[in-house]
């Protein structure tokens, strides 16, 4: 196991960033695919919509599974946080990922909603299936945390400019804490605490 940089690092949770994206694509994929179904379109609707469950299980299937060796590779490799690394909140984590996909996600609901012109729901369904993809492979991530009881954080640095490529070429490494750090839960959901009696 490789030995953890003795400086501070600002550390964001790798659920959380996985996570950031799966309400804004679900929402506007079904806003999308809702305002898709009003139009007929050119093949008509019923051929629209199978077509459009379709591809929701197809995006589900690809943004769930994709990379999950990488994400594997980097989990085996996790060096235990220092004492001094500074652990980012789960809702700068999330706004930081939100403010850099903002104009992509809006991109992808206006040619969701261009493609219902042509196959009604299908573009919206789309979407929603990349969200529901992304929900997924967070809830595997969270699986892993428990079963392993740590929580796995990637360096802020590591991040791309968007807050985003939890996996990517730029991440060397993740950091380990105990289940209990931060104040998410495994999995990047928010951290339900125990009511005081």
Not at 25 to 49: M, S, Y
């Amino acid at each position: 196991m490789a030995r953890a940089d003795r400086r501070a690092q600002g550390l964001a949770r790798v659920a959380v960033v996985v996570r950031a994206g799966a309400a804004p694509l679900w929402w506007a994929g079904v806003f999308a695919a809702g305002v898709g179904v009003l139009v007929p379109g050119i093949t008509g609707r019923r051929i629209g919509v199978m077509a459009g469950a379709a591809l929701f299980l197809v995006a589900a299937a690809v943004v769930s599974y994709g990379r999950r060796g990488r994400y594997t590779a980097l989990a085996r490799s996790a060096v235990r946080a220092g004492r001094h690394d500074v652990l980012q909140d789960r809702a700068v984590s999330v706004r930081t990922w939100r403010r850099g996909h903002r104009w992509w996600v809006l991109l992808a609901f206006v040619v969701a909603l261009a493609a219902s012109l042509a196959v009604p729901a299908a573009g919206g369904m789309l979407l929603a299936g990349a969200g529901t993809g992304l929900r997924l492979k967070a809830a595997w991530l969270g699986r892993r945390e428990r079963a392993e009881d740590a929580l796995l954080w990637v360096r802020v640095d590591w991040l791309s400019a968007r807050g985003g490529r939890p996996a990517g070429k730029a991440v060397r490494a993740y950091r380990s804490t105990g289940i209990a750090a931060g104040d998410a839960a495994p999995g990047g959901a928010r951290r339900r605490t125990a009511a005081l009696v």
